[in-house]
């Protein structure tokens, strides 16, 4: 395949940003590195959940969707050091348990709105809390 200088540039340029983006956001502050981890985590969900669409041709509700990576999320938040304190309050203590259940009942919420429910790609998706939320727990606990 020959090398395409337009999309070679294209490539090359987006790297940079991303690379600029990736930095800042990790080394400007510890606000900053909280929401590119969020960023990237509320991504990765959404590219998970495509991939368990097309591996086992089904659909997820939308409720359904929204409630894992909430959940997710607040499994995420559970990793967080006392670093992460708005005026005296932790992300960790505070946070992690409410956002965790709202997420839980948007996602029961969703059970009950779909007509049916394939239990490998559900299973998959549950899986994805350990996959993702789980692991950039572990990343935000070695901040701090």
Sequence with gaps: MALQFSSFKTR???AIVFAMVML????WNKWSFLVLLTIIHFGCWWEYLQLSKKIFTTKFQA????????????IMLCFCRSVFQ????????NFSL??????????IVGIFQQKQIQLKAFG???????????SLGFLIHLYG
């Excluded at 259940?101 to 996602?107: K, V």
């Design 12 to 14: 090359s340029l987006t």
């Design 24 to 27: 800042v956001g990790m080394l």
């Design 63 to 74: 409720y359904t969707q929204l409630g894992l990576m909430v959940m997710g999320y607040g």
């Design 86 to 93: 708005i005026n005296g309050y932790g992300l960790k203590d």
């Design 98 to 107: 409410p956002v965790s259940a709202a997420g839980f009942a948007i996602l």
């Design 124 to 134: 998959m998706a549950l899986l994805g809390l350990i996959y993702i939320s789980v």
